[in-house]
């Protein structure tokens, strides 16, 4: 079965680094039918677009989309990340964030785990305001939403991911402080873990969990945790695995189209020189073949990604080398 997937290469180093994964996916007997989508910085500048509604339309009907990175220094912050990369996210209801961190090759306490960020809610939302803005009495208030319904999406995605894992899934939040949203996620959690009874809870308060990411991260194998502690621990999470030229993510609604991006941008010093590192997109495209049920060639990818964290090259020798590892 031919998997069809929209690839939108973006800005700077995002085309290059796609393109080694879409190599490695190849060499991994993979067949994709892809569709290009010309978007990103430069697309904006040259003709006013960041997406069309019927481009959102023509993605619902593809298998997955695999997206370099986006941005230009030339366009205004915000135009694209909003108008693109949150507008994926909401229109195509994408509610899982999922990112793994591996310790690197010469690790003394070796981990592998993974973090699921709720990425739809929580104060993301876009929910509050301003009250006479500009003026000595302002008031700017930015609420936290939590619906019953996508919290508890959200753990059950972790809770099945943990059973085909290490079965250990720990909750993150601060419910000794956020009583209301952190009663829920609690609550939730709870009432969903009886139902995976052969998977063990764990919970840390989102400031001990910094401390045992940077002191003990082989306590870890599932976490799971809210859109905006989930965006900070998956930064530091990036942070102790190797950094920005291995973290990849998938963007997923489960059974649905759904995203995969490396977490680097389009890193507009290095464009052009073919020095980027396209582990994080490799990785990222392994991930979307795991979303596509291509089990055995995402691992293949996985080990050989691994392998490749301590080589030196360019991107394209990377990539080469890569592709000749799964082979
Ligand atoms: P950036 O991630 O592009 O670059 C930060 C630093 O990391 C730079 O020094 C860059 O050279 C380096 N770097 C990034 N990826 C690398 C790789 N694969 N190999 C080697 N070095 C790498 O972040 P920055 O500079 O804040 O943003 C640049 C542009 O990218 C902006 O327009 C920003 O809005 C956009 N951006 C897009 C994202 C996306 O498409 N999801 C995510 C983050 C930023
Ligand atoms: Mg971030």
Same mark, same amino acid.
């Given at each position: ?45 040259? $003709? ?6 019927? %481009? ?5 009907? @593809? ?5 370099? /990175? ?21 229109? @195509? $209801? ?10 690197? /090759? $010469?690790?003394? &306490? ?9 990425? %739809? ?29 996508g919290v508890e999406r959200c753990i059950r995605y972790a809770f099945e991911l943990a059973q085909g894992r290490a079965k250990h899934l720990t909750l993150v939040h ?8 952190? &009663? @829920? ?22 400031d001990a969990a910094c401390i045992y990411f940077v002191e003990d991260p082989t306590r870890y194998d599932v976490i799971v945790t809210d859109n905006l502690f989930g965006?900070? @621990?998956? &930064? ?10 291995? +973290? ?67 991107? %394209? ?5 890569? +592709? $000749?590892?799964v082979r």
């Amino acid at each position: 079965m031919t998997h069809r997937i929209g690839v939108i290469g973006g800005d700077g180093i995002g085309p290059d680094v796609v393109a080694e994964g879409l190599k490695v996916i190849a060499a991994a007997g993979i067949e994709l039918e892809t569709v290009n989508y010309d978007l990103g910085g430069a697309r904006y500048l040259r $003709d006013g677009v960041v997406l069309e509604d019927e %481009t959102i339309e023509e993605w619902r009907a @593809l298998d997955a989309l695999y997206l370099g /990175a986006v941005g230009t220094p030339e366009v205004p912050p915000g135009v694209i990340e909003r108008g693109l990369l949150l507008r994926m996210r909401f229109d @195509l $209801d994408l509610y899982i964030n999922q990112r793994p961190f591996v310790s690197t /090759a $010469d690790a003394i &306490d070796p981990f592998d785990f993974t973090v699921i960020r709720e990425n %739809t809610e929580g104060t993301y939302a876009g929910e509050g305001g301003f009250l006479r803005r500009n003026t000595p009495e302002e008031i700017a208030t930015q609420g936290s939403v939590n619906t019953r319904h996508g919290v508890e999406r959200c753990i059950r995605y972790a809770f099945e991911l943990a059973q085909g894992r290490a079965k250990h899934l720990t909750l993150v939040h601060k419910t000794n402080v956020l009583t209301f949203s952190g &009663d @829920l996620w609690e609550r939730t959690f709870n009432e969903v873990a009886t139902q995976y009874t052969d998977v063990t809870t764990a919970y840390n308060h989102v400031d001990a969990a910094c401390i045992y990411f940077v002191e003990d991260p082989t306590r870890y194998d599932v976490i799971v945790t809210d859109n905006l502690f989930g965006d900070i @621990l998956s &930064d530091l999470g990036g942070a102790i695995s190797g950094g920005i030229g291995f +973290a990849a993510s998938a963007n997923l609604h489960p059974g649905r189209v759904s995203m995969f991006e490396p977490v680097h941008g389009s890193a507009p010093d290095i464009a052009g020189t073919n020095t980027a590192n396209p582990i994080a997109a490799v990785i990222s495209a392994a991930l979307m073949l795991e979303h596509l049920g291509e089990h055995d060639a995402a691992s293949r990818i996985i080990t050989a990604c691994e392998n490749a964290k301590t080589l030196k090259g360019s991107t %394209t020798e990377l990539g080469d080398a890569i +592709a $000749d590892a799964v082979r």
